[in-house]
């Protein structure tokens, strides 16, 4: 009997999924120009003599803050990026990154600590043996540190 080889793979869960444009609602999730981002604004033009109603949308990039828009027929399907968001027990800051406690209890680095003024204050905590809470925001493979709490 001649030897097998077994691959394995990552869970299938798709980093995004498709909607029809004209049931996208303000405040979800959408992929523009190939970017995960909230919608802030949404106009919808009427159908005209030669075709179908036009949605315009604007949304910021959940990790950049960028703005994107576009327009699109609104029977078109769109992207949407499965989006979540998780709290790490974290024990302190190494290299820029942090180090935490994964859903086995073991220790793991990363994500990358933040710019700017929340950045700072993960920092600052991390210099202290005391444990705290962040909150990451995960989707289409990107990751960003949001929110920082103390355990209580």
């Known amino acids: 009997m001649a030897d097998k080889e077994f691959q ?4 299938g869960a798709s980093t995004s999924y498709p909607v029809q ?4 609602e303000m405040d979800g999730y959408v992929m523009i ?3 995960p981002c909230k919608i802030v604004e ?9 075709g179908h109603a ?28 499965s989006v979540s968001m998780k709290d790490l ?9 942090l180090t935490f406690l994964d859903d086995n209890f073991d220790t793991r ?9 929340l950045g700072e204050k993960i920092t600052e905590r991390g210099k202290f043996e005391t444990p705290f809470v962040v909150t990451v925001l995960e989707a289409m493979g990107e990751k960003k540190v949001i929110h920082l709490r103390n355990i209580n």
């Open 89 to 97: 027990m974290v024990f302190g800051v190494k290299d820029g990154y």
């Open 8 to 11: 394995f793979g990552d869970s």
């Open 54 to 81: 036009k949605i315009h949308l604007v949304g910021l990039d959940i990790f950049t803050g960028e703005t994107h828009e576009d327009i699109f027929p609104s029977t078109h399907n769109l992207d949407v990026p």
């Open 21 to 24: 444009c004209s049931s996208l």
């Open 109 to 117: 680095e990363g994500p990358k600590v933040p710019e700017g003024e």
């Open 33 to 35: 120009k190939d970017r």
């Open 42 to 50: 949404m106009n919808t033009s009427e159908s005209g003599k030669h």
